[in-house]
């Protein structure tokens, strides 16, 4: 069982960074495809972003591009981060961890195919 744990949330002002990063109980994330999903109050879990297992290919959401940035940590591709940037209100949600062993550019985006979950941090962002 692959334990995925997140760590880095918090309250921020508006226009604030905050990065959230995402380990692993396994040596490494390798081959798996790690994704961002957020949770806001009353609305379903969306996605945010993906990074492939190549360590290089990365997927965003509409909302986030230009101010949110995934990357891996290390060539080890042990830990993952979240750079986000210009925080705003709206951002405001329970940030989930989750790996996946698919990788095609519809299935990374798709909840349903995750296998791995963390148990979530919360990014709350004031106006």
């Known amino acids: 069982q692959v334990q995925v744990v997140e760590s880095g949330g918090g309250l921020v002002q508006f226009g604030a960074s905050l990065r959230l990063s995402c380990t692993t109980s396994e040596h490494t994330f390798s081959p798996y495809a790690v994704a961002w999903f957020r949770q806001a109050p009353g609305k379903d879990r969306e996605f945010v972003s993906a990074i492939a297992s190549d360590g290089r290919t990365v997927y965003y959401t509409n909302s986030v591009k230009g101010r949110f940035t995934i990357s891996s940590a290390n060539t080890k591709n042990t830990e993952v981060h979240l750079q986000m940037n210009d925080l705003k209100p709206e951002d405001t949600a329970v940030y989930y961890c989750?790996?996946?062993?698919?990788?095609?550019?519809?299935?990374?985006?798709?909840?349903?195919?995750?296998?791995?979950w963390g148990q979530g941090t919360q990014v709350t962002v004031s106006s």
């Open positions: 989750a790996a996946t062993l698919a990788q095609s550019r519809q299935d990374i985006r798709r909840e349903l195919n995750y296998d791995y």
